[in-house]
């Protein structure tokens, strides 16, 4: 079972405006947003395969 971390991300809020505009097509919250485009560039990059 794998134990979930915190990670403090500083943005500026020009960033944090482009985060927020994926709400609901990326997640509800901007951690979710956050985690869901770490992933997936993550994927894209094959650094991961899942």
Known sequence: ???NK???VS???EQLE???KFKGTLGNTDS?????I????L???NIITN
């Open 6 to 8: 915190r990670v403090n």
């Open 18 to 20: 482009i985060i927020r």
């Open 32 to 36: 979710e947003i956050i985690r869901n």
């Open 1 to 3: 079972m794998s134990e």
């Open 43 to 45: 994927c894209e990059k």
């Open 11 to 13: 943005l500026s809020n």
């Open 38 to 41: 770490t992933l997936a560039w």
